[in-house]
């Protein structure tokens, strides 16, 4: 048996089984840290400005960065003069694709396990540009203000190649991608176009959903420096091992030579979940200079280089008989993408998991562009998918004149329609009833455009929200417990404001049988055991499982420790739990060590145990998702066409609940992103030059105070058998189904169908 | 003259270019206050200069001599908590806290502004010196800083909670 698979049937039998998933995890159920509405541990740095972020680690001899980025979409440099720039005052240093150090392109995320490359293009090696705004120079200065100065004396002509810069004309020549995100890009059921060309009741739809930004408050910023063929970076990102080997990989060495930090990131969303050149320009230009080198992304560059979520354009088909079960469900389309990367905008995935159909057709298409790589922005595929399919589900609903929830009730599968997996747990009609009793849904008029205060429009609508579970590869953990019989459990995790060190601490505390106040939780650094990326809203699941593989070894430790004159002689690991602040047999409440007692005899000032997390076999045998219901009211004004959100209630089924402070805050900061996502946002691509022109928060509209009513959140509390802890994720399912909640709100307030998002006034004038 | 900051006397910078943001941040390395968009957009950045909440990237080092600022790191004596603080905890109203300290001096300055008698867009009664700081009236004054994790909720109940009573909070998470 090798090491690995002996840690992984202790974990398995401390957490019931070998198998992931197999038997529920015994914390379920059991009462303990989990499920109090603790505050943030965190809280008081934040309020007080305490909490050190990637640009605010202060350095000896630290330069400042500015970039100059190309004012063209394709082509090369034909002349770069920084002549001027590099005579301004204070400049230390100009850093072209003439002098960079020679570096390999990164690996494309998915290609190697820890590539975290937002594209496999290399980084200033040569004169070639390939999107508008790339950076062709970086000046280093002693402050900020000089570097700004000094960046905007760089002077380059091009010589310009043809580039493809129109989604419309690029459509005509789309592809189908080796895969969707594993998936194959086209499922085909049945023959799902004949049975909708038969079907007695159908709709067939065109949907648009614009490009859009993360936006996160804190601009991307890193702080870099070499120490002896080292490097340190100080970083915002939600991929710390990622980051950490692509680099090592990039400036070849070991990947033990690059250490990556970052403690607290001001908002990730997806946005901070790759390597993007920004980081790789720091390093490279601190290895330059030899000088600790701080770069903090311009608003504007965080839009120039880092990139943001891509626009589709989707057609969903429904057929369905008069009672409204589907004979045919088709949902397709196409999203703009680079040959360089591999973020395809999985939009077909919520019609994988979520509804029964007769016969089905997924396809999804990408057209390439000459653009920076779009990626991953909170619920990539499940938010605009959801938009488009529960606008034509409202639709459908309507034609057939149901109740756009009982239409639901009606297409409620048994097992998962597509992998014909049986779900872990799924509860989403359960979402619909706890929603529509708490929301007023009976107030909904059925005919559009019948509810009116003064100019004011009033309209309700529903739609379904869903997420997948995920649990990532790769992460391992280490519990350390003391003498006095505290614990620090560590993994170089994440926290972008999903309350990671409060949930985990919690979660760590109930596992180890301790006081919350006894375990502190260490993350944020590529010194600790590795962790996995914070993003498909898998990092909960992923440090639990770790934690409950590091707890097996611990007890397994713990017991050969106690010896022959403790109360746990002879029990096997098996027998044991965790709990009252040592070890205990599980039949015989009486049977029990604590851990300061058996450390003390030992004599031993600590324990240590590391573990991995088995890999997540669990994803292949069941269909695990998250689901919702989110309803939303609208007031429409007949004079301008605004549309103001009145109220809203998110209803969720996500498995078990770790802390329903944190868990509320993100779940509305979810449903907020999606109020921006159906009413203001929009990334404005100019396809003449392919820039971004809208590249500030002055002009890329988030929402702000008044746009945003009170959020009303509940959810069913089921545990999920299959997810550690009974958990699954809930960091990107609020923003699912808002767009087509709003989108059906504003269409029973007004009679009028908006199928291009944002739905802005003009549309409704 | 030197500006005060949080009762400390700074020399203004020699760059006219510097400003009370980059002084701020990166000459006295008084990082509480946050940089979002250096360009008037974000409310991240937001101090109070002479008890005025102002953007800090849009006011120049320069401009502030002789006059006192206060950073969210000059808001409470040491240890303690500002109440407002203490009530964006209470509340949870943030999550990743990098709005945070702009929210904080934001709502402080907002609150004096509103004491004055100074009406807002949604202000019924622009003659009223008792202005009620209802919900519609803090969304309204606090729109000018962006808060992307949507801590909104959170934030404005935090703000109801000290400058008006916990009774009219309302919406409070569960
Ligand atoms: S940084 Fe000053 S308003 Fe954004
Ligand atoms: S708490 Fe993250 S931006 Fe407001």
Redesign the interface.
């Known amino acids: 048996m090798s090491l690995l698979d002996t840690v992984r049937d202790a974990a398995g039998r401390l957490t019931g089984h070998p198998e992931p998933g197999a038997v529920p995890d015994p914390l379920i159920g059991k009462p303990g840290a989990i499920g109090r509405?603790l505050?943030?541990i965190?809280?008081?740095?934040?309020?007080?400005?305490?909490?050190?972020?990637a640009?605010?680690v202060?350095a000896d001899g630290l330069l400042?960065a500015a970039v100059a980025y190309s004012a063209i979409a394709r082509g090369r440099i034909a002349f770069l003069d920084t002549t001027a720039a590099e005579r301004a005052p204070g400049v230390v240093l100009v850093m072209d694709h003439r002098n960079a150090p020679r570096l390999k392109p990164p690996a494309l995320f998915m290609t190697k396990p820890q590539a975290a490359g937002a594209s496999d293009l290399p980084i200033m090696q040569d004169d070639s540009i390939h999107w508008n705004g790339e950076a062709v120079a970086v000046v280093l200065a002693h402050?900020?203000?000089q570097a700004e100065?000094a960046a905007a004396l760089v002077r380059a002509t091009y010589e310009e190649a043809p580039a493809t810069l129109d989604f419309e004309a690029a459509k005509r020549r789309s592809r189908h991608p080796d895969s969707v995100m594993g998936e194959k890009p086209v499922l085909e059921q049945g023959d799902a176009e004949r049975a909708l060309a038969d079907a007695p009741v159908s709709v067939d739809l065109i949907f648009r959903t614009p490009r859009h930004s993360?936006?996160?408050?804190?601009?991307h910023a890193v702080t870099a420096w070499w120490e002896d063929g080292a490097l340190v970076l100080h970083d915002a990102t939600q991929v710390l091992n990622g980051v950490r080997w692509t680099l090592a990989d990039m400036f070849g060495i070991a990947e033990d030579r690059v250490r990556v930090l970052s403690p607290?990131?001001?908002?990730?969303?997806g946005g901070k979940g790759s390597l993007w050149s920004h980081q790789v320009l720091a390093a490279a230009a601190a290895k330059l200079a030899g000088r600790p080198v701080r770069l903090?992304l311009?608003?504007e560059g965080v839009f120039r280089l880092a990139g943001g979520r891509t626009p589709t354009e989707q057609r969903v088909a429904l057929g369905a008989r008069e009672d409204g079960t589907l004979l045919s469900l088709i949902h397709t389309g196409c999203v703009a993408m680079t040959p360089h990367n591999n973020c395809p905008e999985q939009f077909t995935f919520p019609a994988r998991h979520l509804y029964r159909a007769d016969a089905i057709r997924l396809e999804q298409s990408v057209a390439d562009m000459d653009m920076l790589a779009n990626t991953f922005m909170r619920a990539p595929g499940e938010s605009v998918g959801t938009f488009a399919l529960e606008c034509a589900l409202d639709e459908l609903a309507e034609k057939l004149s149901l109740d756009p929830i009982e239409l639901r009730r009606r297409l409620e599968p048994e097992r998962d329609p597509t992998s014909g997996h049986e779900f872990s747990s799924r509860h989403l009609l359960r979402c619909f009833e706890m929603g529509a009793e708490r929301f007023g849904w009976h107030r909904r008029a059925p005919t559009p455009g019948t509810r009116r205060e003064g100019e004011w429009q009033i309209g309700l609508g529903v739609a379904t929200a869903t997420y997948p579970y995920q649990r990532m590869p790769g992460g391992a953990a280490r519990i350390v417990l003391n003498r006095d019989g505290r614990a620090v459990v560590s993994m170089a995790s994440h926290?972008?404001?999903?309350?990671t060190a409060t949930a985990q601490s919690q979660a760590a505390a109930d596992r180890l049988g301790l006081p919350v106040e006894d375990v502190t939780f260490e993350y944020g650094d590529t010194s600790l055991p590795a962790g996995t990326i914070a993003g498909g809203s898998s990092q909960t699941a992923s440090i639990a499982a770790a934690v409950a593989a590091a707890a097996a070894v611990l007890a397994t430790e713990l017991l050969k420790l106690a010896g022959n004159d403790s109360p746990l002689a002879g029990l096997g690991v098996d027998e044991v739990e965790m709990r009252d602040g040592g070890i205990g047999a599980r039949e015989q409440p009486d049977r029990h060590e604590r851990y300061d007692s058996i450390l003390r005899r030992a004599g031993r000032d600590e324990l240590v145990a590391d573990a991995k997390a088995p890999p997540p076999r669990e994803l292949k045998r069941w269909s695990m998702h998250s689901f919702g219901a989110q309803f939303c009211e609208v007031r429409v004004s007949a004079v301008t066409g605004e549309v103001r959100v009145s109220r809203f209630l998110g209803a969720f089924d996500c498995g078990r609940i770790l802390n329903?402070?944190?868990a509320?805050?993100?779940f509305?900061?979810?449903?907020?992103?999606g109020l921006g996502l159906a009413l203001t946002e929009e990334t404005q691509f100019d396809p003449r030059s392919g820039r971004i022109m809208n590249p500030?928060?002055?002009e890329y509209h988030?929402?702000?105070?008044?746009d945003?009513p009170?959020?009303e959140?509940?959810w069913t509390e089921q545990p999920d058998p299959r997810a550690p802890l009974g958990a699954r994720g809930i960091g990107e399912i609020g923003i699912t189904g808002v767009g087509a909640a709003v989108a059906n709100a504003v269409y029973n307030a007004t009679g009028r169908r908006i199928r291009d998002l944002p739905i802005t006034p003009d549309k409704l004038l | 003259m030197p500006i005060l900051v949080n009762d400390r006397p700074v020399f203004v910078p020699d760059d006219a270019r510097v400003s009370l943001l980059d002084l701020l941040r990166d000459r006295l390395e008084l990082f509480g206050t946050k940089k979002g968009c250096n360009q008037g957009a974000c409310g991240a950045c937001t101090v109070l200069l002479d008890g005025e909440r102002v953007l800090s990237c849009l006011t120049l080092a320069a401009q502030c001599e002789g006059r006192a600022v206060v950073t969210v790191e000059g808001l409470a004596a040491d240890g303690a908590l500002h109440p407002l603080q203490q009530a964006f905890i209470d509340h949870d109203g943030f999550q990743c806290g990098y709005c945070t300290p702009g929210q904080i001096c934001s709502a402080i300055g907002m609150a004096a502004e509103a004491a004055r008698g100074m009406p807002s867009v949604v202000t019924a009664d622009l003659e009223a010196t008792d202005i009620l700081l209802d919900r519609d009236e803090l969304r309204e004054r606090m729109s000018g800083n962006l808060c992307r994790c949507g801590a909104h909720n959170g934030i404005i109940d935090a703000i109801g909670e000290v400058f008006r009573g916990p009774e009219s909070a309302g919406g409070a998470p569960r």
């Open positions: 509405s505050p943030r965190d809280g008081p740095r934040k309020v007080r400005g305490a909490a050190r972020f640009a605010e202060p400042y402050t900020q203000e100065h993360h936006a996160a408050i804190e601009p607290f990131v001001g908002g990730g969303f903090n311009s608003r926290e972008m404001g999903m309350g329903p402070r944190t509320a805050s993100q509305r900061g979810g449903i907020i992103m500030s928060l002055a988030v929402p702000v105070h008044m945003v009170p959020i959140v509940v």
